[in-house]
């Protein structure tokens, strides 16, 4: 069974009559037949159109062959049924799509860069050049392509074939057999396709390239026609008027204003870091003055929740430099213990948190000199520091 497509004679036509050939299940889902219809199936990177038939939802439409099979969002009995599309996703996809075409040819035309891969979907369009794009290629390909839109070219589609068809400078050449579709752009591109376009390049509105991407060896271009590429440009107008007003600079210093914070972050970060370095070692000398002494060792037992993980192996750095035996817990993200031993002590660390860590629900593990390990539950971290204590001092390692 052939469908006609109506909408290969008029792209504008969004509501049509026409009979119920044949019905299945699709899934949980009834799909019909149709003997014509103006909704678009998916194909050649454009999605199926959405819309009702008799009333009711049309959630995809595919081909297959020349039969176009509508699956349903409910059921419909009756056999004359009246189609009606949803008509601004379908012009939605028709600016996208056309916009693509426009871009390909011009990246053709201006650099012999042949696209490879065009995806439409919900949030936006892109195309796929082979190899390296700079970003003066693309701002030329918009300009032109934009240059054709504000020209208001008119767009012809035609079935050809044979010489008619050779005659014609196709951007690619056709993938299928017999009469080809060709959608011209008069005096700028031709291409074989069967989507839907609009009358006129006018319609595309405006071609918005949001993103230049490297992926393997291509490049892919994220852009935006139309109401779509309104609505982009209106939500970035947006953040860089909120940015400006919270930077307090006017919107093209806001790259330099951004550069002097980071700079800024970067030489306080620095400085921070050197004071927690000096006071670590204060903290040590403080520390090592209180030790309680275990076997003529000084020892250091630390709880604390606002040390990071490597100021805390900076201070147990600086506790066993000066002799002491340490066992340290940090309570943030993640509860963790560091035992580490001075010079000159031969206890074994990693067998000591082995041991407390198990017996606790936690696990660890390191070296003689220094180890460390997690908890699971926070609540045990002053019992882990007290075993470390109580097995230190009645020499169980
Ligand atoms: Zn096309």
């Not at 989507?195 to 006018?202: C, E, F, I, K």
């Not at 550069?259 to 050197?274: A, F, M, Q, V, Y």
Request: proline content about 3%; overall charge negative.
């Amino acid at each position: 069974m052939k469908t006609e497509r109506l909408y290969f004679a008029d792209a504008y036509l969004r509501r049509f009559e026409a009979r119920v050939v044949d019905q299945r299940a699709e899934g949980d889902r009834q799909a019909v037949l149709l003997d014509r219809t103006a909704f678009y199936p998916e194909g050649g990177g454009q999605p199926a159109d959405h819309g009702t038939l008799g009333g009711v939802g049309v959630i995809d439409v595919q081909s297959e062959g020349d039969a176009i099979w509508h699956v349903l969002e409910g059921s419909i009995a009756e056999t004359a049924v009246t189609g009606e599309i949803d008509w601004g996703r379908r012009f939605d996809h028709m600016q996208q799509h056309h916009g693509q075409h426009l871009l390909s040819a011009a990246f053709e035309q201006l650099f012999r860069l042949s696209t490879v891969a065009f995806h439409l979907g919900t949030d936006y369009a892109s195309i796929d050049l082979p190899g390296t794009v700079t970003e003066e290629q693309v701002s030329e390909a918009e300009w032109l392509t934009n240059n054709v839109v504000w020209d208001d070219r008119p767009i012809e589609t035609r079935f050809l074939e044979g010489a008619e068809l050779a005659a014609v400078p196709l951007r690619k050449p056709p993938t299928v057999d017999g009469p080809v579709r060709v959608v011209s752009v008069p005096e700028f591109d031709h291409s074989a396709c069967g989507g839907t376009h609009p009358r006129s390049t006018g319609a595309v509105g405006l071609l918005h390239v949001r993103r230049r991407e490297r992926r393997g060896s291509e490049t892919r271009i994220e852009f935006l026609c139309g109401g779509r590429a309104l609505r982009d440009l209106r939500s970035k107008t947006l953040i860089v008027g909120r940015l400006s007003a919270d930077l307090t600079v006017g919107p093209d210093e806001i790259e330099e204003a951004v550069r002097r914070i980071r700079e800024r972050e970067t030489e306080g970060r620095k400085r921070l870091s050197e004071a927690v370095s000096r006071l670590l070692t204060y903290e040590a000398d403080v520390l090592i003055v209180g030790a309680e002494r275990i076997g003529g060792t000084p020892f250091v037992r630390v709880d604390r929740d606002d040390l990071s993980m490597d100021d805390a192996r900076s201070l147990a750095r600086e506790l066993t430099a000066r002799g002491a035996t340490v066992a340290l817990g940090i309570r943030g993200d993640r509860t963790q213990v560091i035992v580490a031993r001075g010079v000159g002590s031969t206890i074994d660390c990693a067998a000591i948190v082995k041991r407390v860590l198990t017996e606790l629900g936690g696990r660890g593990g390191g070296q003689p000199e220094i180890a460390q390990g997690g908890l699971a539950d926070s609540a045990t971290l002053s019992e882990a520091l007290d075993r470390i204590h109580r097995y230190l001092r009645e020499s169980l390692f």
